[in-house]
C-alpha cells in the first residue's frame, strides 16, 4: 500500500505571497492531520480533517488554512507569507476517528520564505 | 494541557552500545503512546507504539514500556548501530480536546562507528 504523499517537496516563496501544499493520505485513509516543523518550536499541530471537515484545530494565525476533498486528500494553504513561515510541513494520515490513534506521516514540504 | 518531555540531546554513543532515551508525559486519562523517528531530508516514520499501561511496544530493537505509574515511555535499544542515528520523538495522542498528537522535543542520536 502506498504511503502518504506530499507535493511539492521543496517550495521557495517570497514574503506577501500564498501557498497551496497538497496531501494525499493512505488509500483508506479518512483523517489527515497537518503540522508544522521548525528548529526553534518543533512539531506543532496545525489541524485535522475527517469526512471533509476540519475537527481540530491547533493555535496558529487564520492565514493558515486547509481543506479535505471527498477522496480524503487534503490541502493547505497559508497566505500572506511571512519569514516565520519557513519550515517543514508534515502532513500525516490516520484510518478514521476510531480508538486507533496513529498516524503515518509523508515525506513532508519544506518551504523557505525569503 | 497534554505535554510531552523527554531528555535533550544530542546523544553521542559507540556502535554496539545500550540506548535510553528518556520521556515523560502529562495527560488526562489513557493516552496512546508513540515513538517517531526521522532520518535526515525525511518525514516522521512510526516506531513503536503503547495504547494502554504496561503494554511493550517493540520494533527493529528498539523497546518502550508504558508506565502508567511514573508516567514514562523510555525507549531503549540494546545494541545500536551506525545506521540508528537520526532524530528521535516521543508523542502522546490523548482522549480530551479533539485528536492531535503531542510531540517531545525530539533526541538527536549519533552513533559513532
Known amino acids: 500500500k502506498a504511503g502518504v504523499t506530499q507535493t511539492p517537496r521543496y517550495l521557495i516563496k517570497t514574503r506577501g505571497q500564498q501557498v497551496t501544499l497538497s496531501c494525499s493520505p493512505i488509500s483508506g485513509h479518512r483523517s489527515v492531520s497537518w503540522y508544522q516543523q521548525t528548529p526553534g518550536q518543533g512539531l506543532q499541530f496545525l489541524f485535522e480533517?475527517?469526512?471533509?471537515?476540519?475537527?481540530n484545530k491547533g493555535n496558529f494565525p487564520g492565514r493558515f488554512s486547509g481543506r479535505q476533498f471527498s477522496n480524503s486528500r487534503s490541502e493547505m494553504n497559508v497566505s500572506t507569507l511571512e519569514l516565520g513561515d519557513s519550515a517543514l510541513y508534515l502532513c500525516a494520515s490516520r484510518t478514521s476517528g476510531g480508538a486507533d490513534k496513529t498516524q503515518y506521516f509523508g515525506p513532508g514540504t519544506r518551504l523557505l520564505v525569503l | 494541557g497534554d505535554s510531552v518531555t523527554q531528555m535533550e540531546g544530542p546523544v553521542t554513543l559507540s556502535e554496539e552500545a545500550f540506548l535510553t532515551i528518556n520521556c515523560t508525559y502529562t495527560a488526562t486519562g489513557y493516552p496512546s503512546l508513540f515513538w517517531y523517528v526521522q532520518y535526515p531530508g525525511e518525514g516522521l516514520q512510526l516506531l513503536l507504539k503503547?495504547?494502554?499501561?504496561?503494554d511493550k511496544g517493540s520494533n527493529k530493537g528498539f523497546e518502550a514500556t508504558y508506565r502508567k505509574e511514573t508516567t514514562s515511555f523510555h525507549l531503549e535499544k540494546g545494541s545500536v548501530q551506525v545506521s540508528d542515528s537520526a532524530v528521535y520523538f516521543c508523542?502522546?495522542?490523548?482522549?480530551?480536546?479533539?485528536?492531535?498528537?503531542?510531540f517531545g522535543a525530539g533526541t538527536r542520536l549519533f552513533v559513532k562507528a
Open positions: 480533517y475527517f469526512s471533509e471537515t476540519q475537527r
Open positions: 508523542a502522546l495522542s490523548g482522549n480530551t480536546g479533539g485528536f492531535k498528537t503531542i
Open positions: 503503547a495504547t494502554k499501561a504496561d
